[in-house]
């Protein structure tokens, strides 16, 4: 790989590490703001390597894991659930909002981070089961349809569920087109 590749190959990666840990430290302060407590933001899965904070500016906790591959903000679910809708939906979106602004300040001066910011955008913000905009979708749905909060969690499973059963199924159809 050639200097402007590898160039273009770290931006794409620092723009979307910053994107991410932006986007989770966007639902935790939506989530304080709300009035809920915020448990803390994970860095990675696996066992817990370390705890530090409260961090001043995010007024919570980091926590490092052993393999830093995710990062995550951990809420009070059952609060989350006894918010109204729209400040459900605004603490579901306010992740993707975190990754479009980012997008937005990033144009200019880097833009292959603002690229990756806007896709993490994309990705987060479209109705798809465990995305951010999923489960803003299954509020609203749960709210314009007037069930309680468990068939709200339900409906987002069974939609996460047959998701990834139509995924599965087209790799499988895909497998064995190609074997034919």
Not at 12 to 29: D, K, N, P
Not at 122 to 141: K, S
């Amino acid at each position: 790989m050639d200097h402007a590749g590898l160039v273009f190959l770290a931006m794409l990666v620092v723009g979307g590490l910053a994107g991410a840990l932006a986007h989770e430290a966007f639902h935790g302060i939506a989530a304080v703001l709300s009035g809920m407590s915020v448990k803390a933001i994970h860095v990675g899965m696996g066992r817990e390597i370390r705890r530090v904070g409260p961090v001043p500016v995010l007024r919570m906790p980091v926590v490092i894991h052993v393999w830093p591959v995710a990062i995550g903000v951990e809420i009070d679910d059952d609060a989350l659930m006894r918010l109204p809708v729209w400040l459900r939906v605004a603490n579901h979106m306010s992740g993707p909002m975190a990754n479009l602004l980012l997008a937005a300040i990033l144009w200019r001066a880097a833009p292959v981070a603002a690229i990756a910011n806007a896709l993490l955008f994309v990705f987060n913000a479209l109705p798809l089961p465990r995305a951010d905009g999923g489960w803003a979708a299954t509020a609203l749905l749960a709210k314009i349809r007037g069930v309680g909060m468990a068939d709200e969690i339900r409906w987002h499973e069974r939609a996460f569920t047959a998701a990834w059963t139509a995924v599965y199924a087209a790799v499988a159809l895909g497998l064995i087109r190609l074997a034919i």
